[in-house]
């Protein structure tokens, strides 16, 4: 996980807050629409330096960044989706790249809420957690879809083809950026990445477990207890 300055630690909880407001007003159908549009706007401060320079530029007076933002994403994203980066645009942060680093949180979030709006946030969490032990187990399936030689679209059919059906429909959509938006890291890290971020919907810790033999369930559930007390927060255990 990639640690963000001091700075941009702060603007990131005051970002959180923001988007819990909107989501909390959304359908789960607007929400997932909301990711796709914050996804979206992903895709394009990745590829622009240039744009997360100009964004997080304190010189820049608000107006100008609105102006900016609604000029490139008026017509393909929500006014929600805008009112956030604009919001993000206003704060402060340690480095441009940082900027990005947290509309990434922001649309992974956003789409956890739409699990945990459908009642699949856990099966979320523990799908995430198979596919990277899937990844482990098929080293040649990790290749085929960590490599840049083949397409976006390419990859994404070969994961469709594997887990499509099989997970919740947020899981899938978060795998399909995972593929696509690695963001210079390699699939496992953007995997872990959106694990933790997922985790973070419910300020809570995920803990990997490695058993000799399978937990039972009263045994799985008395571990996450004890964690529980002692780290003081909630936790989701993942068991290998």
């Known amino acids: 996980m990639k640690i963000l300055g001091g700075t941009s630690r702060v603007s990131v909880l005051a970002l959180r807050k923001a988007l819990e407001e909107k989501v909390n007003n959304l359908s789960a159908n607007d929400a997932a629409q909301f990711s796709n549009d914050l996804f979206t706007i992903l895709t394009v401060l990745s590829s622009s330096v240039?744009?997360?320079?100009?964004?997080?530029?304190?010189?820049?007076?608000?107006?100008?960044?609105?102006?900016?933002?609604?000029?490139?994403?008026?017509?393909?994203?929500?006014?929600n989706a805008q009112a956030i980066l604009a919001?993000?645009?206003?704060?402060?942060?340690?480095?441009?790249?940082e900027l990005a680093d947290a509309i990434e949180q922001l649309a992974v979030e956003a789409e956890s809420f739409v699990a945990d709006k459908n009642n699949e946030l856990d099966l979320v969490e523990d799908q995430l957690f198979n596919f990277a032990q899937l990844l482990t187990a098929n080293p040649e399936l990790r290749q085929a879809l960590n490599t840049a030689a083949d397409s976006d679209a390419g990859k994404v059919a070969l994961l469709e083809s594997i887990v499509k059906g099989k997970y919740a429909n947020s899981t899938l959509n978060?795998?399909?950026?995972?593929?696509?938006?690695?963001?210079?890291?390699?699939?496992?890290?953007?995997?872990?990445?959106?694990?933790?971020?997922?985790?973070?919907?419910?300020?809570?810790?995920?803990?990997?477990?490695?058993?000799?033999?399978?937990?039972?369930?009263?045994?799985?559930?008395?571990?996450?207890?004890?964690?529980?007390?002692?780290?003081?927060?909630?936790?989701?255990?993942?068991?290998?």
């Open 50 to 79: 240039g744009m997360r320079r100009a964004l997080t530029d304190n010189a820049r007076d608000a107006a100008a960044k609105s102006e900016l933002i609604s000029n490139l994403f008026a017509k393909n994203i929500s006014a």
């Open 87 to 97: 919001t993000a645009a206003s704060l402060r942060w340690s480095n441009p790249s």
């Open 174 to 240: 978060l795998l399909r950026r995972v593929v696509v938006l690695r963001r210079g890291r390699n699939i496992d890290a953007t995997l872990a990445a959106y694990s933790h971020y997922v985790a973070a919907r419910r300020n809570r810790i995920v803990a990997h477990v490695k058993t000799a033999t399978p937990l039972s369930a009263a045994q799985q559930q008395n571990l996450i207890t004890a964690l529980g007390k002692a780290i003081g927060k909630s936790v989701h255990i993942n068991v290998e």
